[in-house]
């Protein structure tokens, strides 16, 4: 099992950091940003872009993957969204993993001036954001033409680091998004379904990772590794709320074949409302033993 953690773009640098530099040195295996625009409560609070938030914290570690939890075609395009990837890849020397979604109907989606597509509509277009990018990604010289993204002539040189390019993690929860994991991702990432209720949240994480697989078995994957990624604070409960608490969850997300989780670096209020000594504990006890 390995364990990540995101630290939102929300402190200035000189904040910001030393986070980065303790989660590598606490033992994290990958440590992600939020790729928004704004973000629920959060959105009249102070807030950085992701890719240059990396870009530092990749000049600040040197073991540390990193990533983006998780980037949309809500307000990106995959063309020059690949130029953003390779110079990314490059300045953290081949640690990138991307974690890419269909986009949400919030902040993101109405923000640019564009109206809010229908949850169907979302998965098309990011059908074709995904293709798109890995086509730019790995070939010379791409021309696409889709409903929702063109592309003419775009260019791959250099190239990523990482060959044939940088990982992707497709979060999906739906069936259709689950067939784009098992084609385009190195990794799946599930957040589980809303719930208040916590038994009823890990029931739901057990059955979409048993459709997860069936959806492998489907599109003939099933000998090509794909890594299982859990989300564990979209659950009714704070994962880094204690040790104790921290402990139950890995072991349940392992017996249900997850290979990583994700949690969050504490914040001094809602959400993921915690306290970072309990990271500090966490590091000590329990990482060290995964």
């Not at 000049?59 to 998780?70: D, E, I, K, M, Q």
């Not at 020397?93 to 949400?104: F, K, P, Q, V």
């Not at 640019?112 to 070939?139: H, I, K, M, N, Q």
């Not at 990523?160 to 067939?179: E, S």
Request: proline share 5%; charged share 25%; aromatic share 10%.
């Amino acid at each position: 099992m390995r364990v990540g953690i995101v630290i939102l773009p929300e402190h200035r640098w000189w904040a910001a950091e030393p986070l980065w530099r303790m989660a590598e040195e606490y033992g994290f295996a990958h440590g992600w940003t939020y790729d928004h625009l704004g973000y629920g409560s959060l959105v009249d609070k102070p807030w950085f872009d992701a890719v240059p938030t990396l870009t530092a914290a990749a000049t600040a570690t040197s073991t540390l993957r990193l990533g983006t939890l998780v980037s949309s075609p809500n307000f990106r395009h995959p063309v020059h969204f690949a130029r953003e990837l390779t110079a990314l890849d490059d300045i953290a020397d081949g640690r990138i993993t991307l974690g890419i979604g269909a986009g949400g109907i919030g902040f993101d989606a109405h923000v640019l001036g564009g109206s809010e597509l229908p949850a169907s509509a979302r998965v098309d277009r990011f059908a074709e954001f995904v293709e798109l990018l890995d086509l730019v990604l790995t070939r010379d010289n791409t021309t696409y033409r889709g409903e929702h993204f063109t592309a003419v002539e775009a260019r791959r040189a250099p190239g990523c680091v990482q060959a044939p390019r940088l990982p992707f993690v497709v979060a999906a929860n739906g069936t259709r998004m689950m067939r784009l994991a098992a084609r385009f991702g190195r990794g799946w990432l599930t957040t589980g379904r809303y719930t208040d209720d916590l038994n009823t949240w890990w029931r739901s994480v057990a059955d979409l990772s048993m459709r997860f697989t069936d959806v492998v078995a489907e599109e003939g994957r099933e000998g090509r590794r794909i890594d299982r990624y859990l989300s564990v604070d979209a659950a009714p409960a704070y994962s880094l709320s204690s040790v104790e608490y921290f402990r139950d969850v890995v072991g349940r997300a392992g017996e249900l074949g997850f290979t990583d989780v994700i949690s969050h670096w504490p914040r001094p209020e809602e959400p993921y409302a915690g306290k970072e000594s309990t990271v500090e504990e966490i590091a000590s006890e329990v990482l060290p033993e995964l």
